[in-house]
C-alpha cells in the first residue's frame, strides 16, 4: 500500500468515527515525528477533510531537529484550517508555587524554580519524583530530566559535557577563569561552548551581559552528576 492509499485509509477511520461524535486527536512529542506522520497530519487540511476533529499537537522548540518538517507542516496547516499556537512560557516562583499547592510542601517552589528555570515540563518531572520517591532534594534529578538534558548536550560542540560538568561541580555560579584553571581548552574555546550551551539549553545565563568578568549563572543543562 502506497503512502496517499495509507493517509487515505486513516483519514476514512477518522471520518467513520466522526459521524458518531466529534473527535480529540492528540499528538505529542512532534518534534520527533518523521516527515511521513507530518505529512498524514497536513492531510487533515486536504481537499475533503474529515469533520468534527480537533487536532492537538505538543512539540518542544529546543528539541527539534533543524531539518525536520514540522515547522513547514505548521505554516501549511495556518493557512489552511483554523489554527491556535500556544506557547507555554516558563513560570515565575509564585506560579510554581500555585503548582505544587496541592501535592508539595509550597516551600520548595523556590528550590524547584531555581533548578528548573521555570520549565514547566520539568518542573512536573521533578514534582513526579518526589511524590514517587519521597525524595523532597530538588539537586536529586529523574531519569526524564537527565534524558533530556544528556539529548541537548549532545549536540553541543565536541568536550561540551566534560567542560560543563566540571563547571557544574564548581558550583551554581562560577569566574570564568576558575573554570579556565579546570581544563586544558583556552578562553575562545570555553566561551564558544558555553554560547553553544546557552543558545541550546537556555540555561546559561548573563554570559555574554558579563562579558566574561563576572560570575556566569549556570542552570540546569550542568546539574551536579548528571
Known sequence: MCIR???????????RLTTVQPLLIILDDLHWADR????LLTSLAGDNP??????????????????????EAMVYLQRHLPTVRLKVELLETSEVREL????????LA???????????????QMIRNIEETGDADPEAAPVEVREVISRRVARL??????LLSRAALIGREFDLPILMATTGEDEDRVIEILDAAGAETGRIYD????????????????????
Request: proline share 9%.
Open 5 to 15: 492509499d495509507r493517509f487515505g485509509a486513516v483519514l476514512r477511520v477518522i471520518g
Open 50 to 71: 474529515p469533520k468534527g476533529v480537533l487536532a492537538l499537537g505538543i512539540y518542544r522548540d529546543t528539541e527539534t531537529p533543524p531539518d525536520s518538517y514540522l515547522f
Open 110 to 124: 523556590p528550590a524547584l524554580h531555581d533548578q528548573t528555570g521555570g520549565n514547566p515540563f520539568l518542573i512536573e
Open 207 to 226: 554570559v555574554e551581559a558579563a562579558g566574561y568578568g563576572g560570575p556566569i549563572a549556570l542552570k540546569i543543562a550542568c546539574w551536579p552528576g548528571f
Open 157 to 162: 560542540p565536541e568536550g561540551a559535557g566534560e
Open 100 to 107: 505544587i499547592a496541592e501535592r508539595l510542601d509550597e516551600s
Open 36 to 39: 511521513s506522520t507530518l505529512m
